[in-house]
């Protein structure tokens, strides 16, 4: 008896000590605000990238098309971003890594990007970040790393978008993005949400002084700790929010106009 019991000991003080692997940690997480859901994002730091196309580059239209540009192991999460055209290129203001890809839109329309005011995020040469009225962008000492075009604006300096009802009729899932001390925070909504229940999250809860509207009809978002990928729309311009481990030195602190 004594000599089969000795091996089923070895065989479990090594299994006692080998350790399981670490689950990979999510950048998102969830929040509730006015009974609904939402799912907020934040790279802690890391390098914020826009994958937009120009005029005669071939858009991703799909985060499984982003994944053949990028380590998807460096990745903490990535949204949808900014409004565009029926081909996958965008329609407002968009600047990747420094290079203009279509010009500021100032035009008025329908619909939500023609809003006014519309806004602009900014992440500055030096990491940081800040949102801009689009008739208002400052100059800067030097070019901004990444710009995208959206609308309307959400919050405006703490104060709510003057054309928003509290509550509209409008339901939808809705994505975007806020600013606060030069850090930006991604939310989308879990369910279907009025406009107005969307900016007084970004104001009330999250206290961000500035939030900018991304889109009501394509929000998606790509969380990979999570296993999330959705796919149920094709999409234009494209922010990917690397982790900080995986991200270049020197990035950080406000946007420097």
Not at 68 to 88: S, Y
Request: some cysteine.
């Amino acid at each position: 008896m004594r000599i089969w019991l000795l091996p089923l000991f070895l065989f479990t003080a090594d299994c006692a000590q080998a350790k399981p692997d670490k689950a990979p940690q999510s950048f998102c997480h969830e929040q509730v605000f006015e009974t609904s859901h939402f799912t907020v994002c934040d790279n802690k730091g890391g390098e914020v990238k826009l994958f937009a196309a120009g005029k005669n580059e071939v858009p991703a239209r799909s985060f499984s098309d982003l994944m053949r540009k990028v380590d998807p192991t460096r990745v903490a999460f990535a949204m949808n971003a900014g409004m565009f055209d029926e081909q996958g290129r965008p329609i407002g203001y968009a600047v990747a890594d420094g290079r203009e890809l279509h010009k500021l839109n100032l035009r008025d329309g329908p619909g939500n990007f023609h809003l006014k005011p519309n806004g602009v995020f900014i992440v500055g040469c030096g990491g940081g970040a800040m949102i801009s009225p689009s008739d208002a962008i400052p100059a800067f000492r030097c070019a901004p790393h990444l710009m995208t075009q959206s609308g309307p604006m959400l919050v405006i300096q703490g104060k709510l978008h003057p054309k928003l009802q509290a509550d509209g009729q409008s339901r939808l899932i809705r994505n975007g993005v806020g600013v606060r001390d030069g850090k930006a925070v991604f939310v989308i909504s879990k369910s279907a949400v009025s406009l107005g229940k969307f900016a007084r999250f970004f104001r009330d809860e999250l206290k961000t002084p500035d939030a900018l509207y991304f889109d009501g009809s394509v929000s998606s978002l790509w969380d990979p700790a999570n296993g999330r990928q959705d796919s149920h729309s094709e999409l234009g311009p494209i922010v990917v929010a690397f982790k900080p481990e995986a991200s270049k030195p020197g990035r950080g602190g406000p946007a420097k106009p």
